[in-house]
């Protein structure tokens, strides 16, 4: 009895040992992920009724796999960590917040027509840098234009598909293809959603990713605060892009045309001088040192 009951004894601890020792070495190969949800940290809004939610740190693949649809040679997939959380706006900064700070245009003439739900554009990169300014010097905080890690990070939200909700385009979950004179595909489905044709959606009209952000797909592209360039090899931790060069960069697609310019990885090049009708921006709100 003494003798069976210490062999037992010694076979269970030995099979505690041995999943405990498997426990702590299944992960040893695994590549580092992106965290799938954010803090519990509630959005934080200011006085022009901009809202913005937190995203978490982590770490991604940024760029895409050689064999997904579209895809070009400067989307080099590498693993990028991104430090520290911050806030990020939830939609595109909208007509009516590009108003409340920077007026309508001359006099009685409105150069940006339209409801103040949608997304504002035709500002090239020095206007964003222009109404930031104007933002805080408000006092209500600090923001900046995301960096084109951070952007892609965040629409990704913790995917590693071509799109937030996989791999193929969906007229229902971004605004794309609503161009009558050019590319059409998706004016039926939105014109029975109630929304307006060949132009952006208001925002928040689509739904948001995991991390409650909205219209990182489609509606308009975004600028982002890179130079564009290629790639920096390897790991990169918070990378910030070239310190100088002749094009920004801008993402996420737009109205207008294809669906797979609204792939994350996807990058766009364009004169900081540009403003174009399909071209907007969302900004990010840093967080202070005692709050992160």
């Not at 700070?101 to 964003?128: A, E």
């Not at 010097?137 to 071509?162: F, I, K, V």
Request: hydrophobic share 35%; charged share 20%.
């Amino acid at each position: 009895m003494t003798v069976g009951f210490k062999r037992s004894a010694c076979v269970l601890c030995i099979a505690i040992l041995g999943s405990a020792w498997l426990a702590m070495t299944a992960g040893a190969d695994t590549p580092m992920r992106a965290s799938t949800q954010t803090s519990n940290d509630p959005a934080v809004s200011n006085s022009i009724g901009m809202t913005f939610v937190r995203i978490p740190a982590g770490t991604f693949t940024m760029g895409s796999p050689p064999g997904e649809p579209y895809r070009d040679h400067r989307e080099t997939p590498h693993r990028v960590t991104i430090s520290k959380s911050f806030y990020l706006q939830t939609t595109e900064v909208t007509l009516g917040q590009w108003r409340a700070l920077m007026g309508r245009g001359w006099w009685l003439f409105d150069q940006r027509p339209g409801p103040d739900t949608l997304p504002v554009s035709r500002v090239c990169w020095h206007d964003v840098e222009a109404f930031i300014k104007r933002l805080n010097d408000l006092g209500e905080g600090r923001y900046r234009l995301p960096t084109e890690a951070e952007w892609e990070y965040a629409a990704r939200a913790g995917s590693q598909s071509a799109y937030f909700w996989g791999d193929r385009v969906d007229c229902r979950k971004a605004m794309f293809a609503n161009n009558s004179m050019d590319m059409d595909d998706c004016q039926k489905t939105i014109d029975a959603m109630g929304l307006p044709l060949d132009g952006p959606a208001p925002v928040r009209s689509y739904p948001p990713n995991a991390w409650g952000v909205y219209d990182m797909h489609g509606n308009v592209w975004e600028w982002v605060a890179d130079w564009f360039g290629p790639y920096a090899a390897g790991d990169q931790v918070d990378p910030a892009g070239p310190a100088t060069g002749t094009m920004r960069i801008k993402r996420g697609g737009s109205w207008f045309k294809h669906g797979y310019s609204m792939r994350s990885a996807n990058r766009a090049q364009i004169h900081p001088a540009t403003r174009l009708k399909t071209t907007g921006f969302r900004l990010v709100r840093m967080i202070e040192l005692e709050h992160r």
